[in-house]
């Protein structure tokens, strides 16, 4: 459930970061409104039927009050974990940068530069009220730098502990991937397949070179 697709659908996609300024309280109001929306369609969502349901909120939560009127207002007796991530390296943050106007609608078509400026004033906007997530008594996982460091307060439980499985291993910029077969074996040098047969010499130098 991404609050940024309801507010495009509600107020279109050309809109400058001034939308996101806290001081401009009509826009606000528009803004709370669009996450009544988003909120009554994950309630709708996990009401549905008799077998357990995980729904994912897909905003910025920013604020103490962002996140204490989610929870208020979310259903009862659902289990909600808070996911922050953190992004201070500076290569991270021109990768998401350079692929801004391909993953970020808002921007498509415009000037990089042009984009940029607007993105970067609309992050100050954020930056300005952000308050990180510190609560000891709700669930929250910590990402910083793509998971370089993680940190969690109150997660346990199978679901739980299958999300920081995930969220450990999620890579979220382009990096390369190499496959290897493993130097010859013994099975190998005599022709024969399956096994699980130690290396030859010529296998065990393979494996040092790679």
Known sequence: FNLGN????????????????SENKKNQKVYEQIRKN?????????GKGSK?????????SHTKDT?????????????II??????????????????????MPDYE??????????????????????????DPDISWIKLVDNAESLTL????????????????NLH???????LSRHGQSEYNALGKIGGDSGLTKEGVRYARKL
């Open 67 to 79: 996140r204490e009127w989610f929870m208020t207002n979310i259903g009862p007796k659902i289990k």
């Open 52 to 60: 357990p349901r995980i729904a994912i909120y897909d905003a910025c």
């Open 6 to 21: 309801e507010r495009r659908k509600q107020v279109g996609t050309k809109i400058k970061h001034t939308f996101f300024d």
């Open 38 to 46: 988003v909120l009554n369609e994950i309630n709708a969502f996990l």
């Open 153 to 168: 307060n109150r997660i346990s439980g199978f679901f739980p502990g299958q999300i920081v499985n995930f969220l450990m």
């Open 109 to 134: 078509g415009m000037d990089f530069t042009d984009a940029k400026k607007d993105y970067l004033k609309r992050i100050e906007h954020f930056r300005k009220r952000y308050e990180p997530m510190e």
């Open 82 to 103: 808070f996911i922050e991530c953190i992004v201070n390296d500076q290569n991270i943050l021109q990768s998401y940068m350079s692929q801004m106007r391909q993953s």
């Open 172 to 178: 979220t910029v382009p990096r390369p991937i190499y």
